[in-house]
């Protein structure tokens, strides 16, 4: 069963910057599109974030973290990387890693609390 872990997330000001991990166990993500998603609280369903495919191609973003945040990965540590720059306040949530089909079970997340 692959499992994912996230981690990264914690309490920052309007501006300031994080790095958020995801560390995929039992499948190399060498093989696998990835994404994050989060979910903001007492919001119902996730929002995408960002995209990655193997191979070395261009990540995507969604229009409201393009151009602040970026999506790596490292195939060698099965980690898929992302890193906020200028964090909002309304980028407040709890983000998970998965495929773009959810085909893994959800890892704990990681919170992401950005206050004015």
Request: net charge neutral.
């Amino acid at each position: 069963e692959v499992q994912l872990v996230e981690s990264g997330g914690g309490m920052v000001h309007a501006g300031e910057s994080l790095r958020l991990s995801c560390v995929v166990a039992g499948s190399p993500i060498s093989s696998f599109d990835m994404s994050w998603v989060r979910q903001a609280p007492g919001k119902g369903p996730t929002e995408w974030v960002s995209g990655s495919i193997p191979g070395g191609a261009t990540p995507y973003y969604s229009d409201s973290v393009k151009g602040r945040f970026t999506t790596s990965r490292d195939n060698a540590k099965n980690t898929l990387t992302l890193d906020m720059n200028n964090l909002k306040v309304e980028d407040t949530a709890v983000y998970y890693c998965n495929t773009p089909a959810r085909e893994f079970t959800w890892g704990p997340g990681t919170r992401v609390t950005v206050s004015s």
